[in-house]
């Protein structure tokens, strides 16, 4: 049976002290957590709804000279990170894992870290009944009357990536020079030069106290040749003369514009620790380069 269960069956005894002879704490129905968010096939907590349906107060059955007094007493929550060694009143001394770190990043829309919920009552006299751990959760901030809340979140490791700056991608072309040919096949490249973070370029921001590595991952480029075609989105980065997998032929002389689009993927580690995927992605798109298509035209010489 698991803790979660146990606690809404049992309920929890305190000690009795300053008059009071014996508390037994009344199980509340919605302490039970028997539903969790499960993904990959792995349990990660409470679900939102079970987060957000946490009861902010308790009966219990008070016993004082020789009567039994229900009275209703608010609960009071602490959420340490779901690592080992952690337990309620660490306070700001718990430690920050790579699990609580991780664990909620592939579920949707939640906020992070990963923390255990535990509770106890608040008694009349500055008594309290016995801690109980009811589950953990991907929402610690929907967790009712909690000290200690988590600082490092998963949104703010969103909110990173999506302030990093990101290399814009050049279009670079052969023949050279800014100049190809009707009907002879031009070749297209994405340079990933210049100011901003390309591709597994890792930035490193400190939040809360933590080292947090921020690494764009490229997902796509879509190049756009300037005549109304494109190609992509793909993940090949094009090439030069003759193996460039990136190629267009125009049909007309002119002149057209030519640029690429990259989304990029991120991927984040936390204190040293494993790079994970992050969920989102950032599109960028690069400067549009002028390319002169002219038409050759045969002379014969006597």
């Known amino acids: 049976m698991s803790k979660a269960s146990a606690a809404a069956i049992v309920g929890v005894v305190a000690v009795s002290a300053a008059g009071l002879e014996a508390l037994i704490v009344t199980p509340d129905a919605n302490a039970t957590c028997v539903t969790c968010v499960v993904k990959g096939g792995a349990a990660v907590g409470m679900s939102r709804q079970e987060t957000r349906s946490l009861p902010k107060n308790g009966k219990a059955n008070v016993k004082k000279k020789g009567k039994t007094v229900v009275k209703v007493v608010p609960y009071e929550y602490q959420i340490p990170q779901a690592c080992s060694g952690n337990k309620p009143g660490d306070g700001d001394h718990q430690v920050t894992c790579e699990r609580a770190a991780k664990a909620c990043v592939p579920v949707k829309n939640a906020e992070g870290p990963l923390v255990m919920v535990w509770r106890r009552l608040v008694l009349p006299g500055n008594e309290f009944g016995a801690w109980e751990q009811i589950g953990e959760t991907c929402w610690p901030s929907l967790v009712p009357n909690a000290k200690h809340k988590p600082g490092l979140t998963v949104a703010m490791i969103k909110a990173a990536f999506s302030n990093t700056p990101f290399v814009k991608p050049k279009v670079t072309m052969q023949p050279v020079g800014n100049r190809t040919l009707v009907n002879l096949p031009t070749y297209f490249a994405v340079d990933f030069s210049g100011p901003g973070y390309g591709p597994d370029e890792v930035r490193t921001v400190?939040?809360?106290?933590?080292?947090?590595?921020?690494?764009?991952?490229?997902?796509?480029?879509?190049?756009?040749?300037?005549?109304?075609?494109?190609?992509?989105?793909?993940?090949?980065?094009?090439?030069?003369?003759?193996?460039?997998?990136?190629?267009?032929?125009?049909?007309?002389?002119?002149?057209?514009?030519?640029?690429?689009?990259?989304?990029?993927?991120?991927?984040?580690?936390?204190?040293?620790?494993?790079f994970t995927d992050l969920p989102g992605t950032a599109t960028v798109t690069g400067p549009v380069q002028q390319l002169q298509i002219l038409e050759a035209t045969d002379h014969l010489i006597r």
């Open 206 to 274: 400190t939040l809360l106290g933590h080292k947090v590595q921020i690494k764009p991952v490229l997902k796509s480029n879509t190049f756009r040749f300037g005549d109304g075609t494109s190609l992509g989105p793909t993940t090949s980065r094009g090439g030069v003369y003759p193996d460039g997998d990136v190629k267009h032929t125009y049909l007309q002389r002119g002149t057209v514009g030519a640029s690429i689009t990259t989304v990029y993927g991120g991927q984040f580690a936390v204190d040293g620790g494993d």
